[in-house]
């Protein structure tokens, strides 16, 4: 008998328009979904982002971050704390959807130019660096 292991991916961010579609897509192709959200929706495990990274995170293969909030620093740091504690049999992926309608007068933040721009330029050299 052959017995074919399911491959395991997390989804933060699952109940946003990003992560509910990618939920439904994995789903659909028997993945085994393990969802956290900052609202306890849709079975979903609930994680606030900010404090301690839950040890379920870390016990899949593939990690999608779709999570994110209107403050660009508070998602610098959250990405980079999970990149720091990732196992290296996992694969990190993160998209935005909500910080491209941003603004820069719709940020409180000291710098100018667009927060969206800023973001990804700091986690794209985060993360080249780390590889």
């Known amino acids: 008998m052959i017995i074919l292991k ?5 989804i ?8 509910r579609e990618l939920r439904s897509h994995f789903n659909k192709f028997d ?8 609202k306890n929706l849709n079975n979903s495990l609930q994680w606030d982002y900010k404090t301690k990274i839950p040890d379920e995170l ?3 293969e593939i990690i999608i971050d779709c999570a994110r909030s209107d ?4 998602n610098i740091r959250r990405v980079k704390r999970i990149i720091k504690n990732l196992p290296k049999k996992s694969f990190y992926i993160f998209f935005s959807s909500q910080a ?23 986690l794209t050299n985060f993360l080249s ?3």
């Open 6 to 10: 399911r491959n395991k991916i997390a």
């Open 12 to 19: 933060i961010g699952s109940n946003g328009f990003i992560g």
């Open 31 to 38: 993945f085994e979904v393990m969802s956290f959200s900052s």
């Open 58 to 60: 870390f016990k899949n």
């Open 71 to 74: 403050n660009s620093i508070e």
């Open 100 to 122: 491209i309608k941003k603004t820069p007068k719709d940020s409180i933040l000291p710098f100018r130019g667009d927060d969206y721009i800023r973001e990804k330029k700091v």
């Open 129 to 131: 660096n780390k590889e």
